[in-house]
């Protein structure tokens, strides 16, 4: 059986998430502005739960019809077959915009009264009056691995760091250095990638609830991942480094809970201290980082500055990839950066500039 289903992710991320999708088995339709649909099997779309480094949610489609007041709603709301998805109750999230029906609670009211209140999150879209319902299969948002419950300061979304770390162009297989490693979140998805660890291994997701779940499927699935990452190579160096020693320590410890702690190497050095590991100076790696921008920078472009000189004395011929908020911040380091990537942090825009 096939079904729709429809990626989410944030704005900028969607040919990274189609390409995801792709190595899945999946074949994407054309992206569209926050995400990818596409049709899938069941094993798909648990597959796509597990998989995805850049998606923030996949949706499956339930229903889209028109729909123009509020008995029509109700009659759609009690022909939805919401027991193969639907056990304890859902909460509904709507939205409404150019429709005649514009209320979201009384919106949700319809369908609430049909399913009760529970934790099945449904997604609930009105736009020109044509009524999308779509059931969530993730439960939380996929950027929450399962492995951070301490953060440091600012610290990056775990979906915009595997973005950032795919727009840079790494290899997978050379040295990889992150020198504002803050609570390590780019070192920590970098090693999962080398060692082709599946970024869901370590949580749950909503599909696992449902009336309809296929234990046997999502067994399945997971062993295929467990069989993939038994197979993938040495994993490189890949290391986090950060002047503040709150941040190393947040590193080392989010890193042991990610199962990665034997392959990211944390320490406390500054920007100036910046340096190829011995073992593999006289070849070049990657730096991917995230430097402070915003409200957690105030040395102006003094610091990026700073990392252009420092890549061109000792690390000439590095890869380099950094989230800035604005772009003369790229500028500033001299190293004749390149947009690669446009999305948002926090509502707020992100760049990443790239080597």
Same mark, same amino acid.
């Given at each position: %059986? ?57 949706? !499956? /489609? ?5 729909? #123009? @007041?509020? +008995? ?15 056990? /304890? ?8 915009? /150019? ?10 009211? &319809? ?13 609930? #879209? ?29 610290? !990056?979304?775990?979906? !915009? ?13 050379? @040295? ?16 999962? %990638?080398?060692?082709?660890? $599946?970024?869901?291994?370590? #949580? ?12 046997? @499927? ?6 295929? *991942? ?5 197979? *993938? ?35 406390? =050095? ?12 006289? &070849? ?6 995230? $430097? ?13 500055? /700073? ?19 604005? $772009?003369? %911040? ?9 947009? #690669?990537?446009?999305?948002? =942090?926090?509502? +707020? ?7």
């Amino acid at each position: %059986m096939r079904l729709r289903g429809f990626a989410q992710c944030l704005p900028g991320l969607e040919l990274l998430v189609a390409d995801e999708l792709r190595a899945i088995g999946i074949r994407p339709d054309k992206p569209t502005n926050g995400g990818v649909p596409f049709a899938a099997t069941t094993r798909q779309v648990y597959a796509a739960n597990l998989h995805s480094r850049c998606a923030s949610r996949i949706l !499956l /489609r339930v229903t889209k019809v028109p729909v #123009r @007041t509020f +008995a029509e709603l109700e009659e759609l709301a009690h022909s939805i077959g919401w027991d193969a998805w639907v056990d /304890r109750g859902a909460t509904f999230r709507v939205t409404a915009t /150019r429709s005649r029906l514009h209320h979201t609670d009384a919106i949700a009211q &319809r369908f609430s009264e049909v399913t009760g209140d529970g934790p099945q999150l449904v997604v609930i #879209r009105l736009d020109h009056d044509h009524l999308q319902v779509s059931i969530d299969t993730s439960g939380e948002p996929l950027h929450k691995r399962g492995w951070r419950p301490d953060v440091a300061a600012a610290p !990056l979304r775990e979906t !915009l760091a595997a973005a950032a770390i795919v727009a840079s162009g790494w290899d997978g297989v050379s @040295t990889l250095i992150d020198p504002f490693c803050g609570a390590g979140t780019i070192p920590i998805e970098a090693a999962t %990638m080398a060692l082709a660890l $599946p970024p869901g291994r370590l #949580r749950a997701f909503a599909f696992e609830s449902w009336p309809s779940y296929e234990p046997g @499927t999502w067994a399945s699935v997971e062993h295929s *991942a467990r069989t993939a990452a038994a197979a *993938a190579p040495v994993p490189p160096p890949i290391v986090g480094t950060d002047r503040d020693d709150g941040a190393v320590a947040t590193t080392r410890a989010n890193a042991e809970l990610a199962g990665v702690g034997d392959v990211v190497a944390a320490g406390r =050095a500054s920007i100036s201290d910046l340096a190829p590991p011995p073992a593999v100076s006289d &070849r070049p790696g990657w730096i991917v980082a995230n $430097p402070p921008w915003g409200d957690r920078l105030r040395s102006g472009a003094d610091l990026y500055a /700073r990392i252009g000189q420092v890549v061109r004395g000792r690390l000439e011929g590095w890869g380099v990839a950094l989230v800035v908020g604005d $772009p003369r %911040m790229a500028e500033a380091t001299g190293l004749n950066l390149e947009e #690669r990537l446009t999305s948002t =942090a926090g509502g +707020a825009p992100v760049h990443v500039f790239a080597r």
